[in-house]
């Protein structure tokens, strides 16, 4: 069974940075899809970022673009999701989540199969 545990969260102001982190546990094929999205309060969750592990490919949302940059240390099992610049409408409560995948397109629409509990980012203006 795979578990996927973030950590990272935390309040900063607007123009700050902070990193989310997302650890794997359990087997998993070494390519796989990864991702982070968010949900905001009375809003829908969001597609973020997410890479193919297997080569490295990325696709961002074009309202983070520039600002976030999503990395994954395979050796550690854990996935990365770097936030600069960041800005109110950045708070949400943001999680991450994997897939399966045979053909290594990832991308922010997909169906994802696995969960983690979500930790929160807050920017004040």
């Known amino acids: 069974q795979v578990q996927l545990v973030e950590s990272g969260g935390g309040s900063v102001q607007a123009g700050g940075s902070l990193r989310l982190s997302c650890a794997t546990y359990g087997y998993t094929p070494s390519s796989v899809c990864m991702g982070w999205f968010r949900q905001a309060p009375g809003k829908e969750r969001e597609g973020v970022a997410t890479?193919?592990?297997?080569?490295?490919?990325?696709y961002y949302a074009d309202s983070v673009k520039g600002r976030f940059a999503i990395s994954k240390d395979n050796a550690k099992n854990t996935l990365y999701l770097q936030m600069n610049s960041l800005k109110p409408e950045d708070t949400a409560m943001y999680y991450c989540?994997?897939?399966?995948?045979?053909?290594?397109?990832?991308?922010?629409?997909?169906?994802?199969?696995?969960w983690g509990q979500g930790t929160q980012v807050t920017v004040s203006s």
């Open positions: 989540a994997l897939r399966y995948t045979v053909n290594g397109r990832c991308t922010l629409t997909d169906t994802y199969s696995y």
């Open positions: 890479i193919y592990t297997g080569g490295g490919s990325t």
